[in-house]
């Protein structure tokens, strides 16, 4: 079928459709504040710090966000949010690509397959109580109570106590609950379900993660990657089964 002259004067020309306006950091601050109560534009330039997002700047040095980096923060922060995801695995995924714009919402969490925990070759930021507390806002008194109850393990540095991206996330997470009436000391069992699964998995993989041969400490310490992926999938699994339950009582 060919089409008439005629015909392709009567079709409208395309309107060119305009780029968005690139936004400021208080502007894209505004915008994600509608799903994120707790953003700010101290978070969105820890993530900036944190090599996660990198908006172009003016010649006068600000910063300016294109569509792209709004997205991207909006994947981050659900990840954070919805999976309580550290930062580095979330680096991970998405250096990985494709796109992950989509993830972090109910329907693409459906389709993730277990992520790998990245235990060594990472690097890990420092962070002092009063940066830990920007991030988070956590009260100081239960940051403390998280440490007295081993759920948090700051090390000295200068004789300041010092918090890894880790212990960031376990406050991040351990704050959300308390908002739900969460006490720091009911956290423990969850320390103490920790704990028992890494006997399990030193007992198993122990004589290869103490081997010379360096080959074989290499296939245990992805072993353990792997289990501990494993492992988070199943706790998940095992806790929605039992809170449907509940739900359903």
């Known amino acids: 079928m060919t089409i008439s002259q005629d015909q392709i004067s009567e079709v409208p020309p395309a309107v060119p459709t305009r780029p968005r306006k690139a936004l400021t950091i208080g502007a894209v601050a505004k915008v994600l504040s509608k799903e994120f ?3 700010s534009i101290s978070k969105i330039r820890y993530l900036e710090d944190q090599k996660l997002v990198t908006p172009r700047r003016t010649q006068g040095g600000y910063r300016l966000y294109s569509q792209a980096d709004v ?3 909006r994947t981050i922060l659900r990840l954070q949010r919805d999976e309580f995801l550290p930062l580095r695995v979330i680096r991970q995924e998405l250096a990985s690509g494709p796109s992950l ?7 693409a969490s459906k389709s993730n397959t277990a992520r790998r925990a990245k235990l060594v070759g990472t690097s890990s930021s420092r962070f002092t109580l009063d940066e830990v507390i920007e991030e988070t806002g956590a009260r100081p008194e239960f940051i403390r109570e998280l440490a007295d109850f081993g759920l948090v393990a700051p ?5 300041t106590d010092v918090f890894d991206e880790t212990d960031m996330e376990i406050v991040r997470a351990g704050n959300e609950l308390a908002r739900s009436g969460v006490a720091a000391r009911n956290l423990k069992v969850f320390k103490t379900s920790a704990d028992r699964e890494v006997q399990l998995i030193e007992a198993l993989l122990a004589p290869k993660l103490i081997s010379r041969n360096p080959q074989r400490r290499k296939e245990a310490v992805e072993s353990l990657e792997r289990m ?4 988070s999938e199943l706790k998940h699994a095992l806790l929605v089964r039992d809170l449907r339950r509940l739900a359903d009582t």
Do not use: E, F
């Open 37 to 39: 109560d707790d953003v």
């Open 71 to 73: 997205d991207r923060l």
């Open 101 to 107: 714009s989509g993830l972090g919402n109910a329907s």
């Open 155 to 159: 090390t000295k540095d200068s004789g």
């Open 228 to 231: 501990a992926s494993v492992l």
